[in-house]
């Protein structure tokens, strides 16, 4: 690199890409980074080049190469999106990883600063279905709680029972369709009596069901009309 950096000094200015000559370096500072003895990773040019970045990045990931991972596609400014699913990766290696005597809260403590830092929304989604998946479920508690992304939060925290805190997110989300998704997703798995006490207190829930039921499903309707004590309303229905 050194003497193909003097070299440039004397070349024709007129033809000389020096934008290939910077991409060129990048490559080889890589692939001799990658094998290094504590790597071991061998790639040729032409490997990465029918590959990419992507290729290399999977071949460190499989070999957990996590931080070497990450400084790769911070050295080629490579997208958001990719740090984020290294560092996902890491997180849900580590989950698996992690010895039975190490507690949750151990746990969040090594994988929160990671997280903050590194990755936008729909990680810790990914990652709680991780923890739920080994049986640690307050670890997954922990992190669908901390998710930004309602829609991808909601649906964890039914498939983890969590009906009425799942409610509170949706409807805090102002998104009708997930709200409605949800109201559907409840009405047609719980009592009548547990679902009428769940929405009691969300009158935007309420409005929304009363609208679909007015249309679809009057007999739904008019037993929340009694239970709300609006007989004439039920008694209008027919």
């Given amino acids: 690199l050194r003497a193909a ?12 890409d020096r934008a290939r000559f910077v991409a060129a370096c990048k490559l080889a500072r890589m692939l001799r980074a990658v094998r290094r003895p504590e790597i071991g990773l ?18 460190l990931l499989a070999q957990r190469h996590h931080l070497q991972a990450l400084r790769i596609a911070q050295y080629l400014r490579l997208p958001v999106a990719t740090t984020t699913s290294i560092v996902r990766h890491w997180c849900i ?15 969040l403590e090594a994988l929160l600063p990671k997280l ?19 049986g640690r479920r307050g670890l ?17 925290l039914l498939e983890m029972g969590e009906h009425r805190v799942a409610l ?4 805090a989300s102002a998104d009708a369709e997930l709200v409605y998704l949800l109201l559907l ?11 009428f006490d769940l929405i009691a207190p969300h009158p935007q829930a309420q409005r929304l069901l009363a609208a679909y039921c007015a249309e679809c499903d009057t007999a739904t309707l008019k037993s929340w009309y009694y239970r709300i004590n609006q007989p004439d309303e039920a008694a209008a229905l027919g």
């Fill in 42 to 59: 061998l790639m040729t040019r032409a490997q990465y080049a029918s590959g990419g970045p992507e290729l290399l990045l999977v071949r």
């Fill in 185 to 195: 997703h409840l009405k047609t798995r719980l009592p009548a009596a547990l679902f």
């Fill in 140 to 156: 997954a508690a922990s992190l669908v709680e901390r998710e930004t992304i309602a829609s991808r939060q909601v649906p964890l």
């Fill in 116 to 134: 903050r830092g590194w990755t936008r929304g729909g990680a810790y989604a990914d990652v709680a279905v991780e923890a739920l998946a080994v």
């Fill in 93 to 107: 290696s580590r989950i698996r990883t992690a010895v039975s005597d190490v507690g949750d809260e151990a746990l």
């Fill in 168 to 171: 509170s997110k949706a409807v």
């Fill in 5 to 16: 950096s003097y070299g440039m000094a004397y070349a024709d200015c007129r033809t000389f």
